[in-house]
């Protein structure tokens, strides 16, 4: 797979940044800190001191509703990791502390721009144990009635994903494709924000919900219009952010991906329940040691034709509870 580093790697230095949690609108400190080869990712809570700790692991997902939280044997959680977990996958972070001063992680602009700005700003450091990474061997399909998504083989890590509002407030479907690397997920996905509707944040500033939500890290639709004054960082934000969350909560397996994700108004839980099920087949992908793939590379399947055929429905289904939800 083109543009990944052969060897793990971790920062050069230790790094933080300051926000406030989407959820509780309470400050929030984040923490990177260098770690040992195949240590993988870690998080800790610093507000606590026992039991604190987290791996990041597909396995200790406990709630996709409104982001993607991890939590440990002992109820210790902590929530919206996606946005930096995409960073770190773009970046190619294999093992790495991250310290975090409470129970969620900052939402800064609701993208996933501060985090590869931060990582950036001390840089990284190969270390001495190779890189393996899942390659796909054969399709992977979730579908449901107004949604699906599909894994497959390929030579790169690429996605082509569509989101459609059933007409929502008069919002067109979207749809990007994108094929991954460094460089490129700076420019074309990281800065997409999170997004939803100003009725459903109304509702739920009401319950008491995203007291931290607001125009400086999402982007809200009211009566078909964006209200932030800056408008659309893309024309296509929407679906971009889409992409920018699935690569966070696919790194949660450990391991870059080689192959193709296609899919339909995918959102968190799909994506965990699409990595579980690959994990749980291991006739569906081989790990490949990126340090000895030249002498021993095999024939990559080739790419399969996407089966589902999709028909954008007359009604509206496609409702986020937040701008935070998605």
Sequence with gaps: MHS???????????????GIGVHSALSATLELFPLAANMGIIFERTDLKNNNQ????????????????LGNSHGVTLSTVEHLMAALSACQISNVLVKVSGPEMP?????????????????IVEQNAPRKIIRILKPLEIKEERRWVRLEPADTFSFKLSVDFGGREGLQPEDHVYDFSTESFTTDISQAR???????????YA??????SSLDNAVVIKEGAVMNEDGLRYENEMVRHKILDAMGDFYLT?????????????????????????LADKTTYELVDLAKRPAE??????????IVAFTSPSKSFFQPLSTTAL
Aim: positive net charge; charged residues 20%; aromatic residues 8%.
């Design 194 to 204: 999170s997004f939803g509707f100003y009725e459903d944040a109304q509702k739920l």
């Design 254 to 278: 450990g391991s870059l991906i080689q192959g193709r994700c296609v899919g339909f108004n995918i959102g968190h839980e799909f994506n965990n329940r699409l990595m579980r099920n690959l």
């Design 297 to 306: 590379e095999k024939e990559v399947p080739k790419k399969a034709e996407a």
């Design 4 to 18: 990944v580093c052969p060897k793990q790697t971790t920062l050069k230095a230790p790094v933080s940044i300051k």
């Design 107 to 123: 939402i800064m602009d609701g993208s996933a721009t501060a985090f590869v700005d931060l990582i950036n700003t001390v840089g």
């Design 54 to 69: 987290i791996i990041a692991n597909i396995t200790n997902v406990v709630d996709t509703s409104f982001s993607t939280t």
């Design 207 to 212: 319950a008491g919900l995203a007291k931290g």
